[in-house]
């Protein structure tokens, strides 16, 4: 069972930028995504990265994040520049062990806990 560990969360100003990292326990071929879940709203889909490296991002986000792996780290990165207010959330990292990769969170057999990004005007 894959163990996923997220870091680089915290409090930025509108505008501003972080960089996200999700280290894997183990390597391999996967399936890997960032999802985020705002106070009183349902989880959503952020970016997802195949094994070979195919990207797919959600509309509101395209343009400013980045998502990115480094399969001789087992990291899975997510830039984020030009934060909105509406970013705040909790962001977590997600993978599968498949060829395929689907933006989709009930597809992602394996979560992190989450870290905690707030966008403050």
């Known amino acids: 069972q894959v163990q996923l560990v997220e870091t680089g969360g915290g409090s930025v100003q509108a505008g501003g930028s972080l960089r996200l990292s999700c280290a894997a326990s183990e390597s391999g071929d996967y399936c890997m995504g960032w999802f985020r879940r705002a106070p009183g709203k349902e989880r959503e889909g952020v970016a997802v990265?195949?094994?070979?490296?195919?990207?797919t991002y959600a509309d509101s986000v395209k343009g400013r994040f980045t998502i990115s792996k480094d399969n001789a780290k087992n990291t899975l990165y997510l830039q984020m520049n030009s934060l909105k207010l509406e970013d705040t959330a909790m962001y977590y990292c997600?993978?599968?062990?498949?060829?395929?990769?689907?933006?989709?969170?009930?597809?992602?057999?394996?979560w992190g806990r989450g870290t905690q990004v707030t966008v403050s005007s």
């Open positions: 997600a993978a599968r062990r498949t060829g395929l990769c689907f933006f989709r969170d009930t597809f992602f057999s394996f």
């Open positions: 990265i195949s094994s070979s490296g195919a990207t």
